[in-house]
Every structure is written in structure tokens, then in C-alpha cells.
């Protein structure tokens, strides 16, 4: 992307070089986490999480007792919004690209008679703290509907392109604004009218209604993608939609066990991730990506 001299966003933070009690999770906690998000993914690592936000850490789910750090602790010996996003290459790229969402997004919204309220983004390094409780890399950049941020280790790019064989800005930014379309499902209303649905259901339908719910942020990227089309370059939306590919449950099921189960989808196939990143690219609006959660 032709993001050249554009300005950073100013809602960001950073808690790199911050201790959280041995570096992001506790034993109990990365273990626990990391099998809920073998089973079901980031959807069930944020539901874990706000769990974790509501009884105080995973000491009172368990019986033990560990107060939560807060995440409004400054980072970086209290860095400006300037100082961090001039700290290397990819956090100015990632500051540039949240800028953008809120200029897109502020413009979409003020169209239909709303005001969008841009989220922050934690910069963290190895682990760190949420409003949700712990953050950890091997997580992957999410966001967090308690505090309204996103959470991201930029080391997560190097596995996305070493790893997942998805290179280039483009999918970079994809991955944010894909945290970013659950950030405008959060102003919506859409992620609690889920999250209610999901409570009354049972394991499977579950699963697929955090399907449609990721579903849709994928197509909200893309319709922040079709608002910046004068910066595109290309092989931009090639790259998208290789990265796009790469996170899909079935490849990412039969790259980890050799089956694919799509009773326990959480985010989608790549060939469904694909087609509602391009669905939201083609439509422009949001109206494009209404259908993933109808009826809900």
C-alpha cells in the first residue's frame, strides 16, 4: 500500500518492555488458554478471557487468587503516540493503517447519520494485559470489546509471512481491519446480539454464529480496503487474499491434525474468509456486509 507520509493515529499505546508477572500468561493461564484455542479458536480465547476480566483472573476461576494488571499502565516509560509509532517500520505502518480505518470508518459512519467512535491499539510485546485479562503472541492480534482495544505483537507479521506463507503490507493490514470490523460490530450493537444468541445455543450452532460474526469483520476489511483504493498497489489484493486463505479453519485444522471438522469452525474456511473479504471490496459500504448476521 502507497501510504508514503501519512499520519499515525494518535489512540495508541504501548505496554512493550512492561513486566505482567513473568511476561504475559501464567503457566495455568497459557495452558488453559491454549487449549481453548486449539478447540475453538480466538472466539473462544476472547470469551475465555472476559472470564478471566469478570472473576478476577484465572486464580478465581480456579480457586487461587490474582489480581488483573490494568491495561491502562503507561508503556514505554510513558511514550507518546509519535515516539511509538516511530519505533520501527511495521508499528508506523500499523499506526498509518489504524489512521486510515478511522478516517474511513469516521466517513461511513457520519454518511448514515452516526458518529464513530475509533478504538486504541496496544502495542505489546511477548505478553501483556487487557481489559480482558492476559494477553499472549501465540494468541494472535484480537480485540477486546470490555476496554474497546486492539491488541497486537507486530512479531505476529513474521509468523504470518514465515509461517502462514502470507506476505506483504497489504496483509498486514487486512489483519487489523479485520480487528477493527469487530470493533464497529462492538458500536453496532452486532457482537452482543451474538453473544446473547450464542449463550441460548449449544456447542455447534455456536461455533457457526462466531462463524458468521468473523465472517463479517473479514468483509468489513475489505470495505475499508475499497475506501482506500487510490493507495492500493499491485498484488495488494492478491496478498489479502492469500492471508485471507492461509487463517482458514480448514487449512489451519489439516495443517495441525490432518482432518478438517466444520462442525468446529470459529472464523470460517479460507474459501468463505476469501469471499467476504472480496464481498466487502466490491460492495464499499457496510450495507455490502450486512447478511452475515441476519436475522440474529
Not at 500500500?1 to 511476561?23: A, I, L
Amino acid at each position: 500500500m502507497r501510504f508514503g507520509g501519512r499520519g499515525t493515529s494518535d489512540n495508541v499505546e504501548s505496554q512493550r518492555g512492561q513486566s505482567f508477572g513473568g511476561g504475559g500468561l501464567g503457566g495455568g493461564a497459557g495452558m488453559l488458554i491454549g487449549l481453548v484455542a486449539s478447540r475453538f479458536g480466538i472466539g473462544g480465547v476472547v470469551v475465555l478471557l472476559i472470564l478471566f476480566a469478570v472473576f478476577g483472573g484465572l486464580g478465581n476461576l480456579t480457586g487461587g487468587g490474582q489480581q488483573a494488571v490494568s491495561p491502562s499502565a503507561p508503556g514505554q516509560a510513558g511514550a507518546s503516540a509519535s515516539e511509538i509509532c516511530s519505533s520501527d517500520t511495521v508499528t508506523r505502518f500499523s499506526c498509518q493503517v489504524l489512521a486510515s480505518t478511522e478516517q474511513q470508518w469516521g466517513r461511513l459512519f457520519s454518511a448514515s447519520g452516526q458518529t464513530y467512535s475509533a478504538p486504541r491499539m496496544v502495542f505489546y510485546s511477548g505478553g501483556g494485559r487487557s481489559g480482558c485479562g492476559a494477553a499472549d503472541s501465540a494468541m494472535g492480534p484480537f480485540y477486546c470489546p470490555l476496554d474497546r482495544r486492539i491488541y497486537l505483537d507486530t512479531n505476529f507479521f513474521r509468523e504470518l509471512e514465515q509461517r502462514f506463507a502470507a506476505p506483504g503490507d497489504f496483509a498486514q493490514a487486512y489483519v487489523i481491519a479485520h480487528e477493527v470490523g469487530h470493533h464497529v460490530q462492538t458500536l453496532l450493537g452486532t457482537s452482543d446480539r451474538i453473544r446473547r444468541a450464542q449463550s441460548a445455543v449449544g456447542e455447534g450452532e455456536a461455533n457457526a454464529l462466531q462463524v458468521r460474526m468473523e465472517l463479517q469483520a473479514d468483509c468489513y476489511a475489505g470495505v475499508w480496503a475499497a475506501q482506500e483504493r487510490s493507495a492500493m498497489e499491485p498484488g495488494d489484493v492478491e496478498e489479502g487474499m492469500t492471508a485471507a486463505a492461509a487463517i482458514g479453519d480448514d487449512t489451519l485444522q489439516r495443517a495441525g491434525r490432518g482432518t478438517v471438522v466444520p462442525e468446529s469452525f470459529t472464523h470460517g474456511s479460507s474459501a468463505q474468509r476469501q469471499e467476504a473479504l472480496m464481498r466487502g471490496y466490491r460492495g464499499g459500504t457496510a450495507e455490502a456486509c450486512a447478511g452475515y448476521t441476519q436475522g440474529i
